[in-house]
């Protein structure tokens, strides 16, 4: 279901030549960067997985801290590492995508940052923007390196998150 704005609180518009061997500039040049393949190791480029990625850490971590507050805590030290994957479908399409998000918060058990997780979740704007089309799991770990202790959920094109 398509959820209509409101009220619009920013606009932005990049604009993108040449596709995944092009460039991408945004209209305040601001972000102004070149592109290759994910594949292709070219010195001085990204690609669009790793701008998703990058905005969506940015953006589930904005939300974790808008909501740390209803859970008494305070998420000013939380990690957030977004992995996206760029893999074949068996759709018309052809292709799709799969993300990660692992989150770390000193003094927490990956058990219970999980339902804080879920309540980012439901707030995040990428979060809202990929559900029921991108599967997501959310990955609580006990420490940035994620070695000791995790638990995790996943979403799926069903969208059975929380």
Do not use: I
């Amino acid at each position: 279901m398509t959820v209509p704005l409101t009220r619009s609180l920013y606009r932005t518009t990049a604009h993108a030549a040449g596709g995944r061997t092009g460039s991408v500039r945004t209209d305040d040049g601001r972000l102004d960067v070149r592109l290759a393949p994910p594949r292709k190791k070219v010195p001085g480029t990204t690609n669009p997985e790793q701008l998703f990625a990058a905005g969506f850490a940015a953006c589930f971590t904005s939300a974790l801290a808008e909501v740390a507050v209803e859970f008494g805590a305070d998420a000013s030290t939380a990690r957030v590492a977004c992995e996206v994957q760029l893999g074949t479908t068996d759709t018309p399409a052809g292709y799709g995508l799969a993300v990660t998000l692992t989150v770390s918060l000193p003094g927490w058990r990956a058990a219970d940052l999980q339902p804080l997780l879920h309540r980012a979740d439901a707030v995040c704007p990428y979060s809202q923007a990929v559900r029921g089309n991108v599967p997501l799991t959310l990955l609580a770990v006990a420490d940035a390196a994620g070695a000791t202790e995790a638990t995790g959920s996943a979403g799926s094109a069903a969208d059975d998150r929380a």
